[in-house]
């Protein structure tokens, strides 16, 4: 399927930036022109897997959170959220819904949002090497 | 992202307005909780008129107020969720936890 467009971003891992990262994907993959349920949906799944980079993989540091998105032809939409940090010891443990490491407040549902809201999600990780998630949502068709 | 409080009589209500995410939640718990103490509401309601975005750290957000608005025997309500603040509430099952769009008994009570 043909590409049509890429971008890559990079941000320190401050809480500050969940907006940011959430408002850059969706100003890029609104060039597909997505229904206003579908801008959510990706927002909201893009907000939850780099909270998960900042509360999670880099704990007690500020590291870097790499943030890249391709569109297709087809409609669809390809996002990589990756982080080098501490990693996922159990990542089948992790996408179950409700568990937490934290407390806090963080109420275990991040994976259960990014899956629900996206139409494919693929979580690697390695300890002490960090954490890639791939996202995909096939945008609907313009009539 | 900022919170209001009116309190009246016994019901206490939180207007919240901007986007709730893992960086805004925190000052946001803080305003409701010192307001619940100071007033010891039976009902809490959470108002989500103006509120335009809302992942995951909303619900743990909405789960922890039902926690301290229940420690002292009251309620939980949340009223005017948007269609994309509702799906993420239904996602984590909130109306177990909450009476959910309740407006008019919110505003009967206020």
């Given at each position: 399927?043909?590409?049509?467009?890429?971008?890559?971003?990079?941000?320190?891992?401050?809480?500050?930036?969940?907006?940011?990262?959430?408002?850059?994907?969706?100003?890029?993959?609104?060039?597909?022109?997505?229904?206003?349920?579908?801008?959510?949906?990706?927002?909201?799944?893009?907000?939850?897997?780099?909270?998960?980079?900042?509360?999670?993989?880099?704990?007690?540091?500020?590291?870097?959170?790499y943030i890249s998105a391709e569109i297709y032809e087809n409609r669809s939409i390809k996002i990589r959220i990756r982080d080098t940090g501490c990693g996922i010891d159990d990542v089948t443990k992790a996408l179950q819904p409700l568990f937490t490491t934290v407390g806090g407040e963080r109420s275990g549902l991040g994976f259960s949002v990014m899956q629900s809201f996206m139409d494919y999600l693929k979580v690697s990780s390695k300890p002490g090497k960090g954490t890639t998630v791939i996202m995909k949502k096939a945008l609907s068709l313009k009539i | 992202m900022s919170v209001s409080i009116v309190a009246k009589g016994e019901v206490v209500t939180a207007f919240l307005d901007g986007e709730i995410d893992?960086?805004?939640?925190?000052?946001?718990?803080?305003?409701?909780?010192?307001?619940?103490?100071?007033?010891?509401?039976?009902?809490?309601?959470?108002?989500?008129?103006?509120?335009?975005?809302?992942?995951?750290?909303?619900?743990?957000?909405?789960?922890?107020?039902?926690?301290?608005?229940?420690?002292?025997?009251?309620?939980?309500?949340?009223?005017?969720?948007?269609?994309?603040?509702?799906?993420?509430m239904r996602l984590a099952g909130m109306e177990r936890l909450a009476k959910i769009g309740m407006e008019e008994l919110a505003n009967e009570q206020a």
């Open positions: 399927m043909n590409k049509l467009n890429s971008f890559n971003l990079k941000i320190p891992s401050r809480s500050a930036n969940e907006s940011f990262a959430r408002v850059a994907v969706s100003a890029f993959v609104s060039q597909l022109d997505p229904t206003l349920e579908e801008l959510s949906d990706i927002k909201t799944a893009v907000s939850e897997a780099v909270t998960n980079s900042i509360v999670h993989a880099y704990k007690n540091e500020i590291g870097s959170i | 893992h960086h805004t939640a925190a000052e946001i718990r803080t305003t409701i909780d010192e307001a619940v103490y100071e007033h010891k509401p039976t009902l809490l309601v959470l108002d989500f008129k103006n509120v335009s975005f809302m992942d995951s750290s909303g619900i743990g957000l909405v789960m922890g107020r039902y926690k301290t608005i229940s420690e002292l025997d009251g309620e939980l309500a949340i009223i005017n969720t948007s269609p994309c603040i509702g799906k993420v």
